[in-house]
């Protein structure tokens, strides 16, 4: 079985290691960059990488701006990393595509317990399993989105999102259950992270975005 392939992208040395240590001891194949035009130059250079860490303020270019170029070309799983640990800047992470958002200091565990709930996710799927409601249609095996017929672009998360949502479709969804099962029983995340992701999704999915019913005080609906 070949080996995962995860790039680690960040400009302290000492931060790379520790990563990289706790990752390898899980069997992966850890790739390094210590600033952004790095990892840019590695991300076109090897087609195998699986998943990316990545943190936020680096030299030359910052994490925000590797993450939205790497989006315009890929829907690789990203992880952020960041010492502010302001809600602005996760906001905005999540804003440009990235799918988990952790703050420093960190425990190394919870980072490789989040990076293998990623994986699992992706790396799992069914073959030839589809979700289909409303003109929606889901294929997990190829991670792929119709809506009418048309191919619909989502990130990593989104498309967990709604995935999760048509699974359940006609039940009502808790903040806290979607958090669970969406982002895995360990995010500490709140309310915001499931609203910034159910914006996007809806602007992405068009008309069809209505299906998202909100429920005030408690979390979302899908409905057709």
Not at 65 to 92: F, W, Y
Not at 144 to 154: W, Y
């Amino acid at each position: 079985m070949e080996t995962i392939k995860i790039l680690v992208v960040d400009d302290e040395v000492r931060m790379r290691k520790l990563v990289r240590d706790f990752l390898v001891r899980r069997g992966y194949d850890v790739i390094e960059a210590g600033d952004g035009e790095e990892a840019l130059d590695i991300f076109y250079s090897d087609k195998d990488i699986a998943l990316i860490i990545l943190d936020v303020m680096m030299p030359k270019l910052n994490g925000f701006d590797v993450c939205q170029e790497i989006r315009e070309h890929s829907k690789v799983p990203i992880i952020m990393l960041t010492a502010k640990g302001e809600e602005n800047d996760e906001l905005s992470g999540f804003e440009l595509g990235a799918d988990e958002y952790i703050s420093k200091p960190f425990s190394p565990k919870i980072l490789v317990a989040r990076v293998e709930a990623i994986l699992r996710r992706t790396t799992h799927q069914e073959e030839e399993q589809k979700l289909s409601a409303g003109g929606i249609v889901i294929d997990l095996a190829a991670h792929e989105v119709m809506i009418d017929g048309v191919p619909v672009e989502l990130s990593f998360k989104e498309f967990e999102l709604l995935t999760y949502f048509m699974e359940n479709e006609g039940l009502a969804l808790s903040r806290e259950k979607i958090l669970n099962h969406v982002w895995n029983y360990d995010y500490f995340g709140d309310a915001r992270t499931i609203d910034t992701h159910v914006k996007k999704l809806r602007s992405k999915m068009g008309e069809k975005g209505n299906c998202i019913k909100t429920i005030w005080g408690m979390g979302y609906k899908f409905e057709t």
